[in-house]
Nanobody, 130 residues
Framework: QVQLVESGGGLVQAGGSLRLSCAAS????????MGWFRQAPGKERESVAA????????RYEDSVKGRFTISRDNAKNTVYLQMNSLKPDDTAVYYC???????????????????????WGQGTQVTVSS
């Protein structure tokens, strides 16, 4: 198991930017694919982005393509989500998650789901005003 702690959320105007960070404990962080999810009130938790253990492979939900960028620094046990051109629809609690299956690769067009991730952070609130 790995412990994940998100930070960087806050209140921002539409069109603004935020950078979320997810700090992970443990000594095997570099072997895990990581993901960002979000959940708005009254809605199901949905995927946002994912990144391979190496940082080479990336996936984005269509609604955030071109606006969000996922990255990681394995030396710092941290994954990031840079969010630009934020919209009110981006308002949600954002969660970081780890796929505990070491060196997992998402091939082709496969987009990882909640079921692929075995460890979750507590979330950080992002609120985008119109």
């Amino acid at each position: 198991q790995v412990q994940l702690v998100e930070s960087g959320g806050g209140l921002v105007q539409a069109g603004g930017s935020l950078r979320l960070s997810c700090a992970a404990s443990g000594r095997t962080f570099s072997s895990y694919a990581m993901g960002w999810f979000r959940q708005a009130p009254g809605k199901e938790r949905e995927s946002v982005a994912a990144i391979s253990w190496s940082g080479v492979g990336k996936r984005y939900e269509d609604s955030v393509k071109g606006r969000f960028t996922i990255s990681r620094d394995n030396a710092k046990n941290t994954v990031y989500l840079q969010m630009n051109s934020l919209k009110p629809d981006d308002t949600a609690v954002y969660y970081c998650a780890a796929d505990l299956r070491k060196f997992r690769v998402y091939s082709g067009s496969y987009y990882p789901t909640k079921a692929d991730f075995g460890s979750w952070g507590q979330g950080t609130q992002v609120t985008v005003s119109s």
